[in-house]
């Protein structure tokens, strides 16, 4: 019966340590809004009225649904190119002529070395 306690102790302990350490992650969160991926430190806007890069939306600003259709169908139109030019722009080797048996084999091989 000690076992017991013991096993519903720790699952106790595990279950507070798993709660802080969400509470914590929530707190890192918003303690994290305004990092900008650098140790520098961020300038903040001067009061009045000035027009600071947080309200200027970026020129050409793609979603991550547009940029990623947009990516796999440049990847879809080169590989299909690609393919494309292969079987049917490209032209095929003829085959290799049929060998003549009456032909005179070489003595030596043309690429041997020589052991004179």
């Not at 001067?46 to 547009?66: C, D, I």
Request: aromatic share 12%; hydrophobic share 35%; charged share 20%.
């Amino acid at each position: 019966s000690s076992d017991g306690s013991k096993s519903t102790y720790a699952v106790e302990r595990c279950s507070k340590a798993m709660l802080l350490g969400r509470a914590a992650i929530a707190r890192a969160r918003g303690a994290m809004v305004r990092h900008c991926g650098t140790s520098l430190r961020v300038p903040k806007a001067p009061p009045g009225e000035v027009f600071h890069a947080q309200m200027m939306l970026p020129k050409y600003s793609l979603t991550n649904e547009k940029w990623f259709f947009l990516f796999f169908m440049c990847n879809l139109g080169a590989y299909s190119g690609h393919y494309f030019y292969l079987h049917f722009l490209m032209p095929a080797n003829p085959p290799n002529p049929p060998r003549d048996p009456d032909q005179v084999r070489p003595e030596k091989h043309m690429h041997a070395v020589d052991d004179d």
